[in-house]
């Protein structure tokens, strides 16, 4: 087991260095218009495929990291450059996650290079889970998986929404419902393949913040797939949903569910995405109050600008330990008894957004205007307040964790 420690290695200050030098002079210049134009930025992704930032290699690299930091690191650095570039560079790994913790060793090796593509021909890949009437309440959910067992087949229908990636993916890992009876512990994930026919984009969103990330719905109209889509095979899927069956006769202990168990292993990088957006916002008021003078002294002069940047940067350093604390445990195999994750997504999600406001404020009127990118990192934090699991559901995962009741 790794020990734990405040100071990053050598090896880890050296890549986070290289990613923040790809923040500062790849994804900063472009942020503004990609922003604008609504539109996925290919060049850029191509250029961190190029360096080996977008690349299985890479992220494998990172969440192999025996002291857990090497996800949230990459993500704070990434998302400190720009939340929407960033997200549509990192929103194939939410994918990919989702087959990592449900999926089987041939499954992994077969599917999550396909979801990346390479440096001359870039791909990505999109989980598709909330739904238009199933967002936080995944026992809602309505897309129905049946198996055809004389052609060894499932057939998918149903509606996806706010799915990053969503249509123009290469690979869609989709959760659906196989057993309606069983509610949330009744799903279970699949893999759609390229062009797989009855697989079509809805509708795009036109969105608040971290507009240059694809975000749609996706129509799955009697979508077969193979028998071997089903992420960790037929198999185990029936001996889950029997222990399940049987475990809701006799009132007994909760059974995860595929989209749960994706989100709980993401939820501290989201953490990490939302310190990154954080801490921008900080440095440019920082140095903003620093430069701008009003009655003959800079601005940070005045007690009531500095005491604010000094709890930013009190609550943007107390979000990174939490978020440290959580990947830590995660990777050394430490539960979560008092939904840690959680914790560190809810207290990071909210100091980003009300960290970005500050420093709004501090900037008054040029915080207000599209000539400042305090703007929009204000706009772009409070998409953490809300996706993979809102405040409100986070608050509830820790009050229902710490209480011992089951999580739905």
Same mark, same amino acid.
């Given at each position: 087991?790794?020990?734990?420690?405040?100071?990053?290695?050598?090896?880890?200050?050296?890549?986070?260095?290289?990613?923040?030098?790809?923040?500062?002079?790849?994804?900063?210049?472009?942020?503004?218009?990609?922003?604008?134009?609504?539109?996925?930025?290919?060049?850029?992704?191509?250029?961190?495929?190029?360096?080996?930032?977008?690349?299985?290699?890479?992220?494998?690299?990172?969440?192999?990291?025996?002291?857990?930091?090497?996800?949230?690191?990459?993500?704070?650095?990434?998302?400190?450059?720009?939340?929407?570039?960033?997200?549509?560079?990192?929103?194939?790994?939410?994918?990919?996650?989702?087959?990592?913790?449900?999926?089987?060793?041939?499954?992994?090796?077969?599917?999550?290079?396909?979801?990346?593509?390479?440096?001359?021909?870039?791909?990505?890949?999109?989980?598709?889970?909330?739904?238009?009437?199933?967002?936080?309440?995944?026992?809602?959910?309505?897309?129905?998986?049946?198996?055809?067992?004389?052609?060894?087949?499932?057939?998918?229908?149903?509606?996806?929404?706010?799915?990053?990636?969503?249509?123009?993916?290469?690979?869609?890992?989709?959760?659906?419902?196989?057993?309606?009876?069983?509610?949330?512990?009744?799903?279970?994930?699949?893999?759609?393949?390229?062009?797989?026919?009855?697989?079509?984009?809805?509708?795009?969103?036109?969105?608040?913040?971290?507009?240059?990330?694809?975000?749609?719905?996706?129509?799955?109209?009697?979508?077969?797939?193979?028998?071997?889509?089903?992420?960790?095979?037929?198999?185990?899927?029936? =001996?889950? +949903?029997?222990? /399940? %069956?049987? #475990?809701?006769?006799? $009132?007994?202990?909760?059974?995860? !569910?595929?989209?749960? *168990?994706?989100?709980?292993?993401?939820?501290?990088?989201?953490?990490?995405?939302?310190?990154?957006?954080?801490?921008?916002?900080?440095? =440019?008021? +920082?140095?903003? /109050? %620093?430069? #701008?003078?009003?009655? $003959?002294?800079?601005?940070?002069? !005045?007690?009531?600008? *500095?005491?604010?940047?000094?709890?930013?940067?009190?609550?943007?350093?107390?979000?990174?330990?939490?978020?440290?604390?959580?990947?830590?445990?995660?990777?050394?195999?430490?539960?979560?008894?008092?939904?840690? $994750?959680?914790?560190?997504?809810?207290?990071?999600?909210?100091?980003?957004?009300?960290?970005?406001?500050?420093?709004?404020?501090?900037?008054?009127?040029?915080?207000?205007?599209?000539?400042?990118?305090?703007?929009?990192?204000?706009?772009?934090?409070?998409?953490?307040?809300?996706?993979?699991?809102?405040?409100?559901?986070?608050?509830?995962?820790?009050?229902?964790?710490?209480?011992?009741?089951?999580?739905?």
């Amino acid at each position: 087991m790794a020990e734990f420690t405040m100071e990053l290695n050598d090896e880890q200050k050296e890549v986070r260095d290289w990613l923040h030098g790809f923040a500062a002079d790849v994804i900063r210049p472009a942020a503004a218009e990609w922003d604008e134009r609504e539109e996925t930025p290919w060049p850029v992704i191509q250029e961190a495929a190029k360096v080996g930032i977008y690349s299985l290699d890479f992220y494998a690299q990172q969440y192999f990291d025996p002291t857990g930091l090497g996800i949230p690191m990459a993500m704070e650095e990434l998302f400190w450059g720009d939340a929407g570039i960033a997200l549509s560079i990192v929103g194939t790994g939410l994918a990919a996650v989702g087959v990592l913790a449900n999926g089987t060793d041939e499954q992994i090796g077969t599917w999550i290079p396909q979801m990346y593509g390479d440096a001359n021909d870039v791909k990505v890949a999109a989980f598709c889970s909330s739904e238009p009437d199933a967002g936080s309440d995944v026992a809602s959910m309505r897309t129905r998986a049946v198996y055809d067992e004389a052609k060894d087949e499932w057939v998918l229908n149903g509606t996806k929404t706010w799915a990053t990636n969503g249509g123009i993916a290469n690979v869609h890992v989709v959760v659906a419902v196989v057993d309606p009876e069983l509610g949330s512990k009744g799903h279970a994930s699949f893999i759609v393949p390229p062009n797989t026919p009855g697989l079509s984009q809805g509708q795009k969103f036109k969105k608040h913040g971290i507009r240059a990330s694809h975000t749609a719905e996706v129509v799955l109209d009697d979508v077969r797939v193979p028998g071997s889509c089903l992420l960790g095979g037929k198999e185990k899927l029936d =001996e889950r +949903l029997a222990r /399940a %069956r049987e #475990r809701a006769r006799s $009132g007994g202990e909760r059974v995860k !569910n595929a989209a749960m *168990a994706t989100f709980e292993a993401s939820r501290p990088a989201v953490g990490a995405m939302a310190v990154g957006t954080a801490r921008a916002a900080y440095e =440019e008021a +920082l140095e903003y /109050a %620093r430069t #701008r003078v009003q009655f $003959g002294r800079p601005i940070i002069d !005045n007690q009531g600008v *500095a005491f604010q940047l000094a709890d930013m940067r009190t609550s943007i350093d107390a979000a990174r330990l939490l978020v440290w604390r959580a990947s830590w445990m995660a990777v050394n195999g430490k539960p979560f008894t008092a939904a840690e $994750g959680s914790m560190s997504k809810l207290f990071a999600s909210e100091t980003a957004k009300k960290v970005t406001a500050q420093a709004v404020q501090i900037l008054g009127g040029n915080g207000f205007t599209r000539e400042y990118p305090v703007e929009r990192m204000h706009r772009d934090a409070a998409i953490y307040t809300i996706f993979e699991g809102t405040s409100e559901i986070q608050r509830l995962v820790i009050a229902r964790t710490l209480a011992g009741m089951p999580i739905r």
